[in-house]
């Protein structure tokens, strides 16, 4: 069954460091997509970065980066130059055909606090 | 383009009573789901829709009640609200079934059942 894992409830980092987020994840769809979003104290959801199964190279978008260990299953992220805008709640999600329902699932995600 | 719209923001119901919320999206978007987000427990799925007429149930589709008659739009019925669906509740779209389209995500609703 498809299954995404956060295991860091919180995590603080020092501006101007870099912070990785982990995500695990399961399914038995060789092809499946992988996402993070990012939902401030606002609470409006903002997409990040996409990274495909078949992607040789990890994705990168800015500041963002994604680990992808396909071995593993592991889709971490990177964000480099913590800013103190970065200060939010960050969902690991997965996309696979899952007997042709396509549907997302979401991980339990990971609230991040930089400090000044 | 307005992207995905909800409404409204914020809801009070009684226990028992019945309400919908609505969601709307103007970029021709197959795909659409409702979520709700409980603290500590994520987004879990309620329902999607691959397109018009086209509609399935979720991980928590207990209570609502969903319909697709047109692209644009995919209303969330509660039908005889509990407390237990007090939550914040999430439209959001997708191109298609594509596994590389993102999900564009409505600002959300606030709903608390007492």
């Known amino acids: 069954a498809q299954k995404i894992t956060q295991t860091q409830p919180g995590m603080f980092v020092q501006e101007k460091e870099a912070v990785t987020l982990d995500c695990t994840y399961d399914?038995?769809?060789?092809?499946?997509?992988l996402f993070w979003y990012k939902q401030p104290s606002s609470g409006e959801m903002i997409f990040l970065i996409y990274?495909?199964?078949?992607?040789?190279q990890n994705a990168t978008e800015g500041r963002y980066s994604l680990n992808f260990q396909k071995a593993r299953k592991s889709a971490n992220l990177v964000i480099s130059a913590s800013q103190l805008g970065d200060s939010a709640m960050y969902f690991c999600a997965m996309r696979d055909v899952d007997s042709g329902t396509y549907k997302y699932i979401f991980g339990t995600g990971t609230r991040l606090k930089v400090l000044a | 383009n307005a992207g995905v719209t909800q409404t409204p923001k914020f809801q009070v119901l009684k226990t028992g009573q019945s309400m919908t919320l609505q969601c709307a999206q103007d970029m021709n978007h197959e795909y659409m789901s409702w979520y709700r987000q409980d603290p500590g427990m994520g987004l879990r799925l309620i329902h999607y829709?691959?397109?018009?007429?086209?509609?399935d149930q979720g991980e928590v589709p207990n209570g609502y009640n969903v319909s697709r008659s047109t692209t644009e739009d995919f209303p969330l019925r509660l039908l005889s609200a509990a407390p237990s669906q007090t939550s914040v509740y999430f439209c959001a779209s997708s191109r298609d079934r594509g596994l590389a389209y993102e999900q564009y995500f409505g600002p959300g609703t606030r709903l608390t059942v007492t």
């Open positions: 990274q495909g199964s078949y992607d040789q």
């Open positions: 399914t038995s769809d060789p092809s499946y997509g």
């Open positions: 829709s691959v397109g018009a007429g086209i509609t």
